[in-house]
T-cell receptor
Framework: DAGVIQSPRHEVTEMGQEVTLRCKPI?????LFWYRQTMMRGLELLIY????????DSGMPEDRFSAKMPNASFSTLKIQPSEPRDSAVYFC????????????FGQGTRLTVV | AQTVTQSQPEMSVQEAETVTLSCTYD???????LFWYKQPPSRQMILVIR??????QNATENRFSVNFQKAAKSFSLKISDSQLGDTAMYFC????????????FGQGTRLTINP
């Protein structure tokens, strides 16, 4: 398997624009996580899905952020409108089942909002 | 809520030396997992080692070992015979065994191995 695949690797956008980050989890994994990494706040969990259903979205900063998982092989994280303080690295991770503890991370998307 | 604290923002050692990274956590849970993840400059998060709280024996993976002190809520990582490729950010993480199984990370320790 190619691992967790995120796209794009880098994104530069202007303030106010819509940004969509994409993630393809490892085949067979039924838990998916979106994390944000910044120097100030470290790694924060934004939302996680189990069997395509959002389980905990308490980390989503505000209504400008939304995440979807329409099927087991695809998830999106959308920011609309984007702001400079959203600049960060966004990671997607997936895990198989509830007893398998290892989460596999994608290589992240570095988002810069200017 | 669980919190994870890494009190060493940066560390630096010479190649082949042994280095210990500290991690403490706070939880009211009795069953949980603890992890150390490595993040090299490539940004990829890589699992280094995992400890199950109900196991008293400290986990070991080649040059990497942990000192797990459940009562003290301490979980340090020891890297023996350090190598240049060990240079990375290291994150300590906590996950409940039952219920919401999400990883809670510490702030990280930047480790530099000098030649």
């Amino acid at each position: 398997d190619a691992g967790v695949i995120q796209s794009p690797r880098h994104e530069v956008t202007e303030m106010g624009q819509e940004v969509t980050l994409r993630c393809k989890p490892i085949s067979g994994h039924n838990s998916l996580f979106w994390y944000r990494q910044t120097m100030m706040r470290g790694l924060e969990l934004l939302i996680y899905f189990n069997n395509n259903v959002p389980i905990d979205d308490s980390g989503m900063p505000e209504d400008r952020f939304s995440a979807k998982m329409p099927n087991a092989s695809f998830s999106t994280l959308k920011i609309q409108p984007s702001e400079p303080r959203d600049s960060a690295v966004y990671f997607c991770a997936s895990r198989q089942g509830l007893t398998n503890t290892e989460a596999f991370f994608g290589q992240g998307t570095r988002l810069t909002v200017v | 809520a669980q919190t994870v604290t890494q009190s060493q923002p940066e560390m630096s050692v010479q190649e082949a030396e042994t280095v210990t990274l500290s991690c403490t956590y706070d939880t009211s849970e009795n069953n949980y997992y603890l992890f150390w993840y490595k993040q090299p400059p490539s940004r990829q998060m890589i699992l280094v080692i995992r400890q199950e709280a109900y196991k008293q024996q400290n986990a070991t993976e080649n040059r990497f070992s942990v000192n797990f002190q459940k009562a003290a809520k301490s979980f340090s990582l020891k890297i023996s015979d350090s190598q240049l490729g060990d240079t990375a950010m290291y994150f300590c993480a906590f996950m409940k065994r039952v219920g919401a199984q999400k990883l809670v990370f510490g702030q990280g320790t930047r480790l530099t191995i000098n030649p």
